[in-house]
T-cell receptor, first 115, second 112 residues
Framework: DTGVSQDPRHKITKRGQNVTFRCDPI?????LYWYRQTLGQGPEFLTY????????KSRLLSDRFSAERPKGSFSTLEIQRTEQGDSAMYLC?????????????FGPGTRLLVL | AQSVTQPDIHITVSEGASLELRCNYS??????LFWYVQSPGQGLQLLLK??????LVQGIKGFEAEFKRSQSSFNLRKPSVHWSDAAEYFC??????????FGAGTRLTVKP
């Protein structure tokens, strides 16, 4: 079990640029989640996938944000035309599917700074 | 939708002292409850969880938590704190829709 991995760990970009983050879940986990965490706050849910299907999106996920999980394995989160307010830690988590709520296991996060 | 309140933003305890971090939740049905710990710049590590059964759950690193339905609480406890426990602690509640909500966190400082 190698755990959830995220790449890059840190990203600095200029306002208006596009950025893409990658998440590799634990291999046997069907569900994959994206969260955003700003300083001094808990993680806020953005979206989640079951296999390749995106099943839920938060209102926090504006049209500048898009997430994909094309083969049901790794996922990408893209932010277009970044704004300073997008500066945050972006966390990915994965969980198995048995029934109901399952434990989510988190990656180390990607810290984004928009200048 | 479910929600979580962690009333204490910051707690300081002396090494070796006991610890209790408070968590109150709001959810109409039986909740799924979690405590995670986050060290600076790191992701979240699961300490323990409650799904059903015994209301006193044991976790890693000597932590335990007790689910009290009448008080809508899931407080985290440790009998003797170690300097390495200094971190941010998050309580979370999940529902049948697989949607998890986190509290704002409690930052723990451990005095030598």
């Amino acid at each position: 079990d190698t755990g959830v991995s995220q790449d890059p760990r840190h990203k600095i970009t200029k306002r208006g640029q596009n950025v893409t983050f990658r998440c590799d879940p634990i291999s046997e986990h069907n569900r994959l989640y994206w969260y955003r965490q700003t300083l001094g706050q808990g993680p806020e849910f953005l979206t989640y996938f079951q296999n390749e299907a995106q099943l839920e999106k938060s209102r926090l996920l504006s049209d500048r944000f898009s997430a994909e999980r094309p083969k049901g394995s790794f996922s990408t989160l893209e932010i277009q035309r970044t704004e300073q307010g997008d500066s945050a830690m972006y966390l990915c988590a994965s969980s198995p599917v048995y029934s109901g709520q399952e434990t989510q296991y988190f990656g180390p996060g990607t810290r984004l700074l928009v200048l | 939708a479910q929600s979580v309140t962690q009333p204490d933003i910051h707690i300081t305890v002396s090494e070796g002292a006991s610890l209790e971090l408070r968590c109150n939740y709001s959810y109409g049905a039986t909740p799924y409850l979690f405590w995670y710990v986050q060290s600076p710049g790191q992701g979240l590590q699961l300490l323990l969880k409650y799904f059903s059964g015994d209301t006193l759950v044991q976790g890693i690193k000597g932590f335990e938590a007790e689910f009290k339905r009448s008080q809508s609480s899931f407080n985290l406890r440790k009998p003797s704190v170690h300097w390495s426990d200094a971190a941010e602690y998050f309580c979370a509640v999940g529902g049948d829709n697989n949607d998890m909500r986190f509290g704002a966190g409690t930052r723990l400082t451990v005095k030598p």
